[in-house]
C-alpha cells in the first residue's frame, strides 16, 4: 500500500538557520504530493503541494520538489523565524483517489 | 478565506455512549473526509463521502462509526458505543474535487473516560 516516511522529530533551530526536512513516499503511479502545517492548537493546513513529477510546490519561503527518481518531496527553507515553530507533516494522495496518507510528521523549534 | 468549522472543540465522553461530532466544511466543496490522530501516532484516515454516500472507508471505520450530511451544510460523524482507544483529535476536511487540496478544520479532541 501506499506509504509516508519522514525525519523524526524534534528538530531544533536557531532563527536564520536552514531548514530541511525529509520525506519520502511508497506509491504505485505518479501520487500527488503534500506538505501540510500545524500550528500549537491549530489545525492542519495546506503549506504546498505538487502533483507530477519535478514540480516544485512553495509557499511562505518553504519550497518542495517532487522527485520520482528518489521518490522524495523534501521540504526545505532557507531561513527560518520563530513563528515557523510547529509540526509539519508530509502527504500524499494516489492518483484517480481522495485518501490522504500521512508520514508521522516533524516537529520543529525555532529558537530566537 | 473560507474554512472548514468543527464543533465541539473538546468532547468528553463515557464508555459506551454515543457521541457524535459535528462538521460544516466549505460551502462549494463536494467531497467530505474524517481523519484521525491518536495522541503521538500519524494521522489516519477514516472515511470519505461524496454524493450522499461513503466513497472510500478504512479499516478502522467499523460499525461503529457513521457519517450523515443531514441538511445542506453540516457533515457528522457518530460514534455510537465509545471505547477508550477511541480517544483521539478527529479532523475533518473538504475538497472541491477529488484528488485536490483538503483543506482541515481545527479537530475536535474527543476523551472517552
Known amino acids: 500500500g501506499n506509504s509516508v516516511t519522514q525525519m523524526e522529530g524534534p528538530v531544533t533551530l536557531s532563527e536564520e538557520a536552514f531548514l530541511t526536512i525529509n520525506c519520502t513516499y511508497t506509491a504505485t503511479g505518479y501520487p500527488s504530493l503534500f506538505w501540510y502545517v500545524q500550528y500549537p492548537g491549530e489545525g492542519l493546513q495546506l503549506l504546498l503541494k505538487?502533483?507530477?513529477?519535478?514540480d516544485k510546490g512553495s509557499n511562505k519561503g518553504f519550497e518542495a520538489t517532487y522527485r520520482k527518481e528518489t521518490t522524495s518531496f523534501h521540504l526545505e527553507k532557507g531561513s527560518v523565524q520563530v513563528s515557523d515553530s510547529a509540526v509539519y507533516f508530509c502527504a500524499l494522495i494516489k492518483a484517480a483517489g481522495n485518501k490522504l496518507t500521512f508520514g508521522g510528521g516533524t516537529r520543529v523549534l525555532v529558537k530566537p | 478565506e473560507p474554512e472548514v468549522t468543527q464543533t465541539p472543540s473538546h468532547q468528553v465522553t463515557q464508555m459506551g455512549q454515543e457521541v457524535i461530532l459535528r462538521c460544516v466544511p466549505i460551502?462549494?466543496?463536494?467531497?467530505f473526509y474524517w481523519y484521525r490522530q491518536i495522541l503521538g501516532q500519524k494521522v489516519e484516515f477514516l472515511v470519505s463521502?461524496?454524493?450522499?454516500?461513503?466513497?472510500?472507508k478504512s479499516e478502522i471505520f467499523d460499525d461503529q462509526f457513521s457519517v450523515e450530511r443531514p441538511d445542506g451544510s453540516n457533515f457528522t460523524l457518530k460514534i455510537r458505543s465509545t471505547k477508550l482507544e477511541d480517544s483521539a483529535m478527529y479532523f475533518c476536511?473538504?475538497?472541491?474535487?477529488?484528488?485536490?487540496?483538503?483543506?482541515f478544520g481545527d479537530g475536535t479532541r474527543l476523551s472517552i473516560l
Open positions: 476536511a473538504s475538497s472541491p474535487m477529488e484528488n485536490q487540496p483538503q483543506h
Open positions: 463521502f461524496y454524493n450522499n454516500e461513503i466513497s472510500e
Open positions: 505538487a502533483t507530477k513529477a519535478d
Open positions: 460551502s462549494n466543496h463536494l467531497y
